[in-house]
């Protein structure tokens, strides 16, 4: 499975911005998909994820209630929108797939085994 994230920019704070991960070379709908982000000095958070069929979410404490992880099983791609971003979201972000998971595993529980490049996202104060 490739995956690549796109979509970052540089951002005021307040701004909205969507991610998108466009994922190849494994059935996507067998997917447990996930965004992750990462800020200089900081270890990776989990911000997201989404269920295989789409129907069931993660968010972190941290983003819940200002983004939103969504699938498009036609396009193969997950999207991460980003509202009310603020100075501290700032970091690259980076989309992950589980291959094992089943029909009732929980996004939480995701075991990634693929990672893409991640995109910058930068929002200024």
């Known amino acids: 499975v490739q995956l690549q994230a796109s979509g970052g920019g540089l951002v005021q704070a307040g701004d909205s911005l969507r991610l998108s991960c466009a994922a190849s070379?494994?059935?996507?709908?067998?997917?447990?998909m996930g965004w992750f982000r990462q800020a200089p000095g900081s270890k990776r958070e989990l911000v997201a994820a989404?269920?295989?069929?789409?129907?069931?979410?993660y968010y972190s404490d941290s983003v819940k209630g200002r983004f939103t992880v969504s699938r498009d099983g036609a396009k193969k791609t997950v999207y991460l929108q980003m509202n009310s971003l603020k100075p501290e979201d700032t970091a690259v972000y980076f989309c992950a797939a589980d291959p094992t998971v089943i029909t009732s595993t929980h996004p939480s529980q995701h075991q990634y085994q693929y990672y893409g490049p991640g995109t910058l996202v930068t929002v200024s104060s």
């Open positions: 070379g494994g059935t996507f709908s067998r997917l447990g």
């Open positions: 989404i269920s295989r069929s789409g129907m069931t979410t």
